[in-house]
């Protein structure tokens, strides 16, 4: 009898977790052993919803993806609350803190992204170049820098527990940083009561996704909601305070332009970065990320892989190979780690039956071409630009591509280029949309949740435009039928983008008995991502429920009604 695979996996978040998830048959049929490491004691979560259970929006419970249980009956080896130390790639084992050392045939690192600490004075930022890991492995590597009291980043559930106490004291919160997980955090946490000001360096928010028009729109509707915006000002240093029990505590963020932001918590929303220190530290290829193939293994060594918000794919040149930096950077996002995932964990078990070989120097190779498989396909399936949406209440942001173009630009290298824009700023709303020979490109759109979702499905056919722009406004107007919008209930119709749902397979899971959002997504995985679609899933599943009714014999909709469905009243988008 042959000897199963040994693949161990070097963390447990949610990629990790949809990793062993997906390799679960290979496991319990022998062909592969699995050994997970994760270095949290709790069972793997989503941490997209992290800032939601930050302000007491959501429990533990409904952010969890993994099923350690299951996993363990079926054979898989967990080693979670432990941190990996080293990997010796000559040996192929992996040592972790215990000085337990774990045998490899393949090694998945899902190690993720840690939170950025920028430069301010009176907050340490640790070093994690080669020379600093070889000095101090045992304090940096798995490990994130320590932050003094009243100041934290926001990556996981300790974190989201100084927020939430935060929210709960009805503190002032100071969010360094207008990003998408900054705004979101910020808006959340004043909707719970919290007074929150966002101090960022730029001259509107969202500036890698919007363009100015769009950012000053999103900025006077943050204010309108009660979020404070400091815009233009670099934060500079901390102050602190001294507590009755003499712990030294945050007290104010004081900027470049001699401002002084006084507040209880301090909120770092800077980015990220990937954990690839062990990776660097085996002498593995690393740029912003671990650099990996189209078939996610490493530059260095084919029998390491990576995944998730760690892996950093770039196809590899005699030109490239030479370079000190690299073109692209980690996804960044769950849907494209997700699929990483699930199309890593099909090759996998194709290699351990024997289906499929892996070689050095060149991608994954298999006796029949014709075999269209996950496992037989010779690389990861190319990701389209990522939509980008802020989940907040009341308010509807999104936007895919570039959209730095201008009505009157003219560029001779796009002479098709054309670019439509439609503002409203004393209402909060705008749209821009930039078109490519008449198909859809990018859009920003603030304010018009049904229009949005027109042009996300646009987007996603890359469909033409109709000739006269201003008909896609109509959406969002007050004479507009919803139901009329026939395209955006089409059988094929992406849902969910993080997990790649039709609105055909929700129609198919409520006949099926699915009559709530939530069974919905433990049935097909929508929603269960970003959860910017749940609002969407209820409009499927509501629409399939009337038309159920109507036939009096609850068709499509399965046996809930109208009613049942009504778990999410965000506003209606595409995007998953």
């Not at 229009?451 to 406004?473: I, M, Q």
Request: hydrophobic fraction near 45%; include cysteine; proline fraction near 5%.
């Amino acid at each position: 009898m042959t000897a199963p695979h040994r693949i161990v996996l070097i963390g447990y978040g949610p990629v990790g977790a949809r990793f062993v998830d997906e390799l679960l048959p290979a496991v319990a049929d022998g062909s592969v052993e699995l050994t997970v490491v994760g270095g949290e004691h709790v069972e793997a979560y989503n941490r997209v919803l992290v800032a939601e259970y930050a302000v007491g929006g959501t429990e533990l419970d409904s952010m969890l993806v993994g099923d350690r249980a299951g996993a363990e009956t079926a054979g898989v080896r967990m080693r979670l609350g432990v941190a990996a130390r080293s990997i010796d790639r000559d040996a192929r084992t992996v040592e972790l803190e215990t000085g337990e050392l774990l045998g490899y045939d393949r090694l998945v690192l899902a190690t993720g992204a840690r939170a950025n600490v920028p430069t301010l004075d009176g907050v340490e930022r640790r070093r994690r170049d080669l020379v600093s890991l070889e000095k101090y492995a045992g304090a940096l590597v798995g490990r994130d820098d320590e932050l003094p009291a009243g100041i934290t980043a926001l990556r996981d559930l300790a974190d989201a527990e100084r927020v939430l106490a935060a929210v709960r004291a009805r503190h002032r919160i100071i969010v360094l940083g207008a990003g998408v997980l900054g705004l979101e955090l910020a808006l959340a946490a004043a909707h719970a009561g919290a007074e929150v000001c966002v101090v960022h360096h730029g001259g509107h928010p969202m500036p890698r996704n919007l363009d100015r028009g769009a950012g000053l729109v999103l900025r006077a509707a943050l204010r309108r909601t009660g979020v404070t915006v400091v815009a233009n000002s670099r934060a500079e240093a901390v102050g602190f305070r001294d507590d009755a029990d003499g712990t030294r505590r945050f007290d104010q963020l004081v900027t470049a332009d001699g401002k002084q932001l006084r507040g209880e918590l301090l909120v770092l929303s800077c980015g990220v970065s990937a954990r690839a220190e062990l990776a660097l530290l085996a002498g593995l290829r690393t740029a912003a990320g671990i650099v990996v193939h189209p078939w996610l293994a490493s530059w260095t060594d084919p029998a390491v892989f990576a995944i998730g918000d760690c892996a950093q794919i770039v196809e590899h040149t005699e030109e490239n190979a030479r370079e000190r930096t690299l073109p692209g950077a980690p996804a960044g996002l769950i849907g494209p780690g997700w699929r990483q995932a699930d199309w890593l964990a099909a090759r996998l078990a194709a290699e351990a039956r024997g289906e499929v070989r892996g070689e050095a120097s060149a991608p994954p190779s298999t006796a029949d071409a014709a075999d269209r498989s996950p496992g037989a396909q010779t690389a990861l399936p190319a990701e389209r630009e990522a939509i980008v949406m802020l989940k907040a209440e009341h308010l509807d942001v999104v936007a895919v591509g570039d959209v730095a173009a201008e009505p009157w630009d003219e560029d001779p290298a796009h002479p098709l280029r054309r670019v439509a824009q439609w503002a409203d700023p004393e209402h909060h709303r705008y749209v821009k949309m930039v078109t490519e020979a008449g198909v859809l490109t990018a859009f920003a759109s603030v304010g018009m949740p049904r229009t949005a979702a027109e042009l996300t499905l646009l987007f996603e056919r890359r469909g033409e435009l109709p000739a006269d722009r201003s008909l896609l406004l109509r959406f969002d107007g007050p004479d507009d039928d919803p139901s009329a919008a026939g395209d955006a209930f089409a059988p094929t119709a992406t849902v969910c983008w993080c997990n790649g749902v039709t609105v055909e397979r929700i129609e198919a899971s409520a006949a099926a008995g699915s009559t709530t959002v939530a069974c919905v997504g433990r049935d097909t995985r929508a929603g269960t991502g970003c959860g910017g679609c749940k609002g969407r899933i209820g409009e499927v599943l509501a629409r399939a429920a009337a038309a159920g009714t109507a036939s009096g014999t609850g068709g499509s909709g399965g046996p809930g009604g109208p009613g049942s469905v009504a778990e999410s009243d965000d506003a209606p988008s595409l995007t998953g």
